[in-house]
């Protein structure tokens, strides 16, 4: 059963104008460790390097606003950017895996959440289905983490 869908579009110019004048001090109130060094990884590609992380880091913070939306929480506790991590996994697509104390709490309730994300030139764009699996054993794995391998 769905229990909330939520979507986010951002401008990836607004997010190379706050690395610009944030630098990575940004990027660490947004991601996750994983998110970080795959935001690290991009930025050293090279002369479009920047541009790759802004666009990575513009798209897991869409992610992470419209995970939000969908919980129906808005970011506090226990969704925070920080505790929600979207890894892609081999074959490229975007996994949500959380972090802290919004893991227990997606597990509890048995939700899982399914990720989409695209982008077009100057903006990308986060869909986010959560559905509910009627599980409310706090002993169930994290419907929302699984494995990127």
Same mark, same amino acid.
Do not use: K
């Given at each position: 059963m769905i229990y909330g869908i939520g979507t986010d579009i951002v401008e990836v110019r607004r997010i190379r104008d706050l690395l610009t004048r944030y630098g990575e001090r940004f990027a660490r109130r947004v991601l996750g460790p994983e998110e970080?060094?795959?935001?690290?990884r991009r930025r050293e590609r090279g002369a479009h390097g920047e541009g790759y992380a802004a666009r990575y880091l513009a798209k897991r913070f869409a992610a992470k606003e419209a995970f939000s939306k969908a919980l129906g929480l808005g970011l506090r506790g226990p969704m925070t950017l920080l505790?929600?991590?979207v890894i892609n996994n081999r074959r490229g697509q975007p996994i949500a895996v959380a972090r802290k104390e919004l893991e227990p709490y997606l597990a509890q309730r048995g939700l899982r959440a399914h990720v989409s994300l695209s982008d077009e030139r100057d903006n990308?764009?986060?869909?986010?289905v959560i559905e !509910? !699996?009627?599980l409310t054993d706090s002993s169930s794995a994290?419907?929302?983490q699984e494995t990127c391998a």
């Open positions: 970080l060094a795959e935001f690290r505790s929600l991590q990308v764009i986060a869909f986010v !509910s !699996s009627g994290s419907a929302v």
